[in-house]
């Protein structure tokens, strides 16, 4: 039963907290919906924000998985002294790729790209959480990769805003879903969709590669 008390908050949680976001979500409003006792939430997380950080540490983890093939073979290429520039770039591809169909697929809940995105554009108490264990190693990963597939053209700190400025391109096509829908008149996201999306990004990002790998020369 108290399993069951645990996870049916969490689960309440993760809803209200999309729906409503932190601030906007009660203590009685989680315990009400949950039909848990108040004093769960301490009991289980030590307050609202643990419960929240909890949240965050779990979506975390998912992204996490659902990019593990593909982020260990960065890490392996990158400690690859023989790895060429073309091989970073290959790879940082297909990182990309393979974002931008786990954003505008279904395969991450949505209530889970809300919270991540909300708390990504309006940080609060808990952005240390999403920023350690999700954030920053995964942007070193493609800062990294940056730097390798330009033969170490782009310096840390200009690696760094590129990653920034790619994963925004990103971030715009779930954060604005519906009005691209509408405007470009798409019923939704589908194969055609999502292939033209991810074209234009690796488009966008190729560019900026063959700038910085041809300041080398």
């Known amino acids: 039963m108290a399993k069951d008390s645990k996870k049916r908050l969490f689960e309440t949680a993760r809803h209200l907290f ?21 004093s769960a939430i301490t009991y289980y997380f030590d307050s609202k924000l643990g419960l929240y950080r909890a949240v965050l540490s779990d979506i975390a983890t998912r992204v996490k ?6 982020t260990t073979h960065a890490k392996k290429l990158l ?3 023989n790895a060429t520039a073309d091989q970073a770039r290959a790879l940082l591809f297909e ?7 786990l954003l505008c697929s279904k395969r991450l809940p949505n209530e889970d790209v809300v919270i991540f995105l909300h708390e990504y554009s309006v940080p609060g108490e808990a952005f240390d959480t999403l920023y350690r264990e999700l954030i920053s190693p995964i942007y070193e990963i493609y800062a990294d990769l940056f ?6 053209g782009l310096n840390r ?9 790619l ?3 990103m971030f715009v096509f779930k954060a604005r879903k519906q009005t691209i829908l509408q ?3 798409w019923k939704e996201y589908g194969d055609r969709e999502v292939k033209k999306i991810i074209t234009m990004i690796l488009e966008h990002t190729g560019a900026v590669l063959d700038l910085y790998k041809n300041k080398q020369r």
Do not use: M, P, W
């Open 18 to 38: 999309a729906a409503s976001g932190y601030y906007g979500t009660s203590t009685r409003d989680l315990a009400d919906q949950a039909s848990v006792n108040i």
């Open 65 to 70: 998985e659902e990019l593990s093939d593909k």
């Open 79 to 81: 400690s690859d002294e």
């Open 95 to 101: 990182l990309i790729s393979e974002l931008c169909i």
């Open 147 to 152: 730097i390798k597939a330009t033969g170490n």
């Open 157 to 165: 700190e200009d690696a760094t805003l590129c990653t920034f400025q």
């Open 167 to 169: 994963f925004a391109q």
């Open 183 to 185: 405007h470009l008149n």
